[in-house]
């Protein structure tokens, strides 16, 4: 069964020692044929370099087997990290999973029309 949506709620530390967890996650969501992967930042307290390379690498993954990352509920050092790095640019950030699911919603409706 293909899970259209596969939410990765995270907490703490996206550093070295958690991304591992992280990219296994995204290893387990792509077995499943989930085709959106939602990453929850609202508990995570601090990302350094290699939890931003974690997730440029899940990018990179999902897309090249046609799923989607998408993130939300980032914090103001996470927000700052990607701004720096343009990051904001390339990935798809929703303020809260409410707005996610709203957006989602309205293009699945669209796409049934």
């Known amino acids: 069964?293909?899970?259209?949506?596969?939410?990765?709620?995270?907490?703490?530390?996206?550093?070295?020692?958690?991304?591992?967890d992280f990219r296994k996650n995204i290893t387990e969501s792509l077995k499943l044929g989930t085709k959106i992967v939602l990453v929850d930042f609202?508990?995570?307290?601090?990302?350094?370099?290699?939890?931003?390379g974690a997730l440029v690498l899940a990018f990179k993954t999902l897309?090249?087997?046609?799923?989607?990352?998408?993130?939300?509920s980032i914090n103001e050092q996470v927000r700052i990290l990607f701004e720096l790095?343009?990051?904001?640019?390339?990935?798809?950030?929703?303020?809260?999973?409410?707005?996610?699911?709203?957006?989602?919603s309205l293009k699945e409706l669209i796409n049934q029309t």
Request: hydrophobic share 45%; aromatic share 8%.
């Open 1 to 20: 069964m293909i899970e259209q949506v596969k939410i990765i709620k995270l907490a703490g530390n996206l550093n070295a020692t958690t991304s591992q």
């Open 42 to 52: 609202q508990d995570v307290t601090f990302m350094d370099s290699s939890g931003l």
């Open 63 to 72: 897309r090249a087997a046609d799923s989607k990352l998408v993130l939300c």
């Open 85 to 104: 790095t343009n990051m904001d640019k390339v990935f798809e950030i929703f303020p809260s999973q409410d707005a996610f699911n709203q957006d989602f």
